[in-house]
């Protein structure tokens, strides 16, 4: 089939501004995105910079915008991305300086990895043969294991577009393998560095990163596993988990939720600063005749929302 | 000038086992590596790592097999280390975070594969090579092991006699630098790319190989390349031995279970050179699909397949558009591992002083004329560290040799001229594609003196053209123009290697199958080659094999 692939490009030694070049193809159906990348590379343009490495999705090395989101060269089939006019357009990934092409900066990437304590640690010394565990709690981090450090979910992620302190999915997911280790000794500790500013409670939820990634890893889903275990080993003491727990409170009391009431639960009773700095929002809303009841009356039905809260209370 | 007690060219497996052997020594260790760590090719390995580990098993058991799994080029005090150091070496992967798949009791779960009496392979799932990898990298940050990523060896620096350091580019920027160190251990991994199609990634190229060989480090037994019995037709993508070792059939165009006829007790589970023999022969004779044969899953199970083989699945769909749980795979032998490598002894010693190698890229010798699966990934942890606490003793008895910023120029002068090449039309692209079918055509699973001298001929053709090669891009950041030309040059000597070699051994053993020489000669060929570098080629010289208790025997399965 014909292609053409818009690639953006950038040579930083050429002193321009990164421009787009067109190469169109004649290539077999099955090829993938990196077929004809390195068809290109191989036959056209030899300056085309990209890294590759395996081929075959295990690498994590070919991670590159392929129609505005980001993918693996070598997993992406062209016929799967081809536009009607046969187009495909290729970007470097987002959230990431761009070196050259579609080579990135992935520097800040793995200091981020390397944030989060990305080792074992047992606790006292190693027994004399393998630690005896369920083979389900193996095949559990197995599925996380198989995060590939392909850097698509950072790239996409929303809140790292915004706050580059964030520790963003790729970090999380890797801690997540640790805390859900039954052979790691230190799991609390990580919890409590977890829950910290960058940490899990700032991510929101957005799903771009369980979309993008190529391996199944749904860095977000172990986000939101992590948010549980800290608040089930009490660290609830940050805006994410009190926020949380302050709308499962009304939810439960009332059947819906108490939107006066969930802010400044959230930002804390005494947090005086983060008070203050509701005031405009809370005018606004005034202005505009969207604030809520001061009266936070139950919902009918009230009545069967709290049975089942307490229910699943029991259960836990 | 840049500089260390121990420099390691390679960050998969057996380079990082290396790595964190020489820091636990309390040397000054680092690493260079043209990807960083977790790109490199041992992340592949689907299928597991050996280790008698079973309370019936022993590690006599596993020589014995990993002997008779060799045609008994291996040599046997290697093999001996091998499989005796295995457990110790798993148990501490596991120890160290390795999540390997588990039996009811919580103790490591073994699968069987090829050419093994027992099964004793761990595995994590299908993706045991990249999570072994991960977990050492994961030991290097905890270290704090340097790691220069993204820098390509250039070559070896050699002062009387010595190595003692290497020139390298930083790919980002495209300098070149001189690092000195006492000791330089290769773990370059293989070099399946100097075959077409292959089931190693673009990054496989053999550089180390070649570097060793052109600083004077002879190579042993190149002719011996492993073809597996299952990769995809188009891309050469692997599918596990896992798959078999679970249960998976290989049926021909008449749905025949064909391996009775040539491993009446072993069938699928036969040693691979074996099983790639009978499939090529089922398709040569006519009973193949689409020059393929059938590797059927289907009466495994969608949960066994989906827990234990879910990569397969993916790779299956992605690369050959079959759902492995409805139809069975089309699959057919390809190139798949060097059993040679650069000559080294049981502490990864090469011949050449201050030069160690370990890993795919080395030949201790263990897997001899043919590796059994599960055995690379155990030779990259077992050697891995060997070669790391040999060098790290070794550096500790020599002084730091001077190394003159000379061989930074030559390399410099070489890159300049490399550029400096008019347009012929000669591109490296284009001779890689001619080398690489050349030797699958040539130098493959059945082999003839004609073939092979047909082979021989053309490399050296290729060799000749290769100087006239021209690099259309002449800037310096991320050139991989540049170095794909570069890359060409290691396998062109290895290509040149691997075809004499071939040529020149004329009896069948393991993966080496002459036509012309269909038996095995144990009186006149049970030894193993040397190919030393000269200007006009390779000159071959024979050594003896170690033999400890197992005597050659007939080989069947
Ligand atoms: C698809 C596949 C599946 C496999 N499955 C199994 C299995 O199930 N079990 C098993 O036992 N074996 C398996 N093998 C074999 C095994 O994976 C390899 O032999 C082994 O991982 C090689 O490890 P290594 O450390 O020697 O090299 P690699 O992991 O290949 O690492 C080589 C390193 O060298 C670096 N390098 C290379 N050239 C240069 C240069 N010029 N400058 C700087 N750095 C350089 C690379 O960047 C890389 O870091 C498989 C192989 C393949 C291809
Ligand atoms: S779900 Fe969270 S971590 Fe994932 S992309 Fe969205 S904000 Fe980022
Ligand atoms: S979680 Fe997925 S997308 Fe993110 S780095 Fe890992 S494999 Fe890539």
Redesign the pocket.
Known sequence: MQVSFKVRRFDPEAGKPPYYDQYTLDVPDYFTVLDALLQVRDEVDGSLALRCSCR?AICGSCAMHINGHAHLACKSRIQNFASKTGEIVVEPMGNMPVIKDLVVEMKPFWSKVQAVTPWLIPEGPPPQREYVVPNSAMLELAGVMNCIMCGCCVSDCTVLTVDKSFLAPAALAKAYRFVADPRDGVSEERLRELSKRSGIWDCTRCFECVQQCPKNVAPMERILALRAKAMEVGFTNNIGSRHSESIARSVKHSGWLDELRVPIESAGLFNIKALIGYIPVGFRALVKGKVPPIIHRPRPGADSVKRIFEKLEVRK | MLQHDVLI????????RAAYEAKKKNVDVAI????H?V????????????AALGENDSWENHSFDTVKGSDYLGDQDAVETLCREAPADIIELENMGVAFNRREDGKLAQRPFGGAGFARTCFVSDI??QVI?HVMYEQLLKMGVQVYEE????SLIVENGVCCGVV?MDMLTGKLEAIRSKAVIM????L?RVYHPT???L???G??MS?AYRAGSPLMDMEFVQFHPTTLKTSG??I???ARGEGGYLVNAKGERFMGRYAPQRMELAARDVVSRGEQTEIDEGRGVDECILLDLRHLGKELIMQKLGQIRELALDYADIDALKEPIPVRPGM??QMGGVKTDAQGKAPLPGLFA????ACVSVHGANRL????????VVF?RRAGAGAADYVNDVPATAVSESAVAEEEKRIKSLFAREDRGETAAKLRLEMGTTMKANVGIFRTRENLAKAVDKIKELKERYKGVHIQHKGRVFNTNLLAAI?LGFMLDLAEVISTGALARQESRGAHSRMDFPQRDDNNWLKHTLAFCTADGPRLEYRPVTITRWQPERRTY
């Open positions: 075959s | 060219i390679g960050a998969g497996l057996a380079g990082m260079i590596s043209k990807v760590p790109r490199s090719h041992s992340a592949a390995a689907q299928g597991g790592i050996n045991t090579g990898l820098w390509f060896c250039l390298a773990a370059t991994g293989g399946g089931t190693n990634g990054i496989c190229t550089d180390g570097l993508v692997l596990t031995e896992g798949h591992y370990a890993g795919e890229c699966g599960g055995n690379s990934l155990l030779e990259t891995g890359e």
